[in-house]
């Protein structure tokens, strides 16, 4: 096929990134409302349901990642591509009819394995790719979920305002539009070539944290990492539920603000970064993300005004940058042999932070804001936050100086 045929394929690709990117953010300004909607509880057991289906969804997409991505090598990346996108809008449908809490955990399981269908669309561009053109198009991935993750708080929260199911119909419209346009533009590009049998080996989630074994010279570096996701997460675990409870702020207001940060995010790791770490170095770009970050979690713990909150909520991503400047460390840190080896278990660990921090976070929130708390201090989860960040100033000082391998 010529560059011209592989336009709309593509097009269809990075839609069905940026709607599964949409499906995290769009639900996280309303969930608070839904699950005291069916369960009639208070914000601060609202927030420990919202713990358990948000690492739920996160473990199906852990678990399935690589299962996905191997049934494309064996069935095509069409049927599998197409097959999600069905279930992703029946599951929107579910979610908005949903009286029950366990329907709802249900449907964020069935959510989350719909959702792992990044490695089936990465392949799929590499399947229609010069290798010239594979840099340029995997960049654009990265732009889909950036957009989505931008898109779907502010969809949700404006379509909050109608009521906490509202979202979940146009997620689920959505979905079903763009399912019948990859009906009629997607090719199937897996050909009896390269086509390969299934093999669950292949699949096995937990195989990149071998490679563990392999890395001494980063290992302390992934520890660190792997602590900063934990912390950082804490902005879609919590923050729906916290402010809704501290400043009364409505789904509008969340979804606002949630893109605010998104959108000050993708313009430090997009832009700024580079004049960041030119001034200051990879080293101390670190040292400043983290005590940017640890000042921010105090203060938004702290501050007890929600119109300054809001106004802060960009400045909080100039923090965003501790990310790019570790994975450099660590790149040069490791053998030219073992650079896929590195991204495959820096995949792991955020996967497995993306699963642990709801849990964490959830819980602290419901201890000090729950009607029987001893101390009321619903910012508690950002003070933890903050001190992970004094740990992993400690693990980032204490670190032996690795050699750039030979």
């Not at 560059?3 to 309303?30: E, K, N």
Request: contains cysteine; charged residues 10%; proline residues 6%.
């Amino acid at each position: 096929m010529t560059d011209r045929a592989h336009r709309l394929p593509l097009v269809f690709i990075l839609i069905t990134l940026a709607l599964d990117a949409v499906g995290i953010g769009l639900i996280l300004p309303v969930m608070p409302e839904l699950i005291r909607d069916v369960e009639g509880v208070n914000v601060s057991d609202a927030a420990v349901w919202g713990g358990i289906l948000m690492t739920c969804f996160a473990v199906m997409q852990f678990i399935c990642g690589p299962l996905i991505g191997n049934l494309s090598d064996r069935f095509g990346r069409r049927p599998v591509l197409l097959i999600s996108l069905a279930t992703m809008a029946l599951d929107y449908v579910v979610m908005a009819l949903a009286g029950s809490i366990w329907l709802l955990l249900a449907a964020r399981i069935v959510g989350g394995v719909t959702a792992s269908t990044q490695s089936t669309a990465s392949a799929f561009i590499a399947d229609i790719s010069r290798p010239e053109q594979k840099a340029a198009r995997f960049g654009l991935v990265g732009a889909s979920f950036g957009v989505g993750f931008v898109i779907g708080p502010l969809i949700g929260g404006f379509l909050g305002e109608l009521g906490p199911r509202a979202p979940f119909w146009a997620a689920a419209a959505l979905a079903a539009a763009n399912l019948v346009f990859g009906y009629f533009v997607l090719p199937e590009t897996v050909t009896d070539r390269i086509r390969r049998p299934f093999d669950w080996r292949r699949a096995n989630p937990l195989g990149a944290f071998r490679a563990m074994g392999d890395l001494p010279g980063v290992r302390p570096l992934l520890l660190l990492f792997f602590l900063y996701e934990f912390a950082m997460f804490i902005y879609p675990a919590i923050w729906a539920y916290f402010t809704q409870y501290r400043f009364g702020w409505s789904p509008g207001t969340i979804g606002i603000s949630l893109a605010m940060f998104g959108v000050g995010v993708a313009a430090v790791q997009g832009g700024l970064i580079r004049v960041i770490l030119r001034v200051l170095g990879e080293r101390n770009t670190v040292w400043y993300g983290l005590g940017y970050n640890f000042a921010a979690f105090v203060a938004i713990a702290l501050i007890e005004n929600g119109t300054a909150v809001l106004v802060l909520t960009p400045m909080i991503a100039l923090g965003a940058v501790v990310t790019p400047a570790l994975l450099a460390i660590m790149s040069k840190a490791a053998g030219d042999n073992q650079q896929g080896e590195l991204q495959g278990t820096v995949s792991s660990l955020r996967s497995v932070a993306m699963i642990v921090s709801p849990l964490v976070m959830t819980q602290i929130f419901y201890a000090f804001s729950q009607p029987a708390a001893p101390v009321t201090m619903p910012g508690a989860p950002f003070v933890l936050s903050a001190a992970v960040m004094v740990v992993c100033g400690m693990v980032f000082a204490a670190r032996p100086r690795a050699r750039r391998p030979a």
